[in-house]
Nanobody, 117 residues
Framework: QVQLVESGGGLVQAGGSRRLSCTVS????????MSWYRQTPGKQRELVAA???????NYADSVKGRFTISRDNAKNMVYLQMNSLKPEDTAVYYC???????????WGQGTQVTVSS
C-alpha cells in the first residue's frame, strides 16, 4: 500500500510563509507526478499545485507567484513552499499521487494550515 505522510502545517500570520513536506513510500516515486490539494469545510478538494516526474510545474491561479512545488527524488519527498499567505489559504492540505505503473490514486492524511489575519 502506497503511503503519503504530510507535515509542516500549523498556524501562521497573514503575509507569512510555511513549507509543507510529503514523504512518499512504497511507490516508484521518481516516475510519478505529484500534487498538492487543499480542502475547506463544505467545499470540494481543489488542486493547488502539481509537478511532473520531469519537474514541470502547474499552479492554481489563486496561488501563482506565491507557492512553489518541488520534489527530491532521492528522498521520495515533495514540498510546497507557501509565501505571502492569506487567510483564504486556510485549509487542510493533502499530498496526492496517481500511481502511473500499477494504478490507484493515493492521499495523505492531510495537514492543517491556518492563516490568521
Amino acid at each position: 500500500q502506497v503511503q503519503l505522510v504530510e507535515s509542516g502545517g500549523g498556524l501562521v500570520q497573514a503575509g507569512g510563509s510555511r513549507r509543507l513536506s510529503c514523504t512518499v513510500s512504497r511507490i516508484i516515486f521518481s516516475i510519478n507526478a505529484m500534487s498538492w490539494y487543499r480542502q475547506t469545510p463544505g467545499k470540494q478538494r481543489e488542486l493547488v499545485a502539481a509537478i511532473t516526474s520531469g519537474g514541470i510545474t502547474n499552479y492554481a491561479d489563486s496561488v501563482k507567484g506565491r507557492f512553489t512545488i518541488s520534489r527530491d527524488n532521492a528522498k521520495n519527498m515533495v514540498y510546497l513552499q507557501m509565501n505571502s499567505l492569506k487567510p483564504e489559504d486556510t485549509a487542510v492540505y493533502y499530498c496526492n499521487v496517481a500511481d502511473i505503473m500499477y494504478g490507484g490514486r493515493y492521499w495523505g492524511q492531510g495537514t492543517q494550515v491556518t492563516v490568521s489575519s
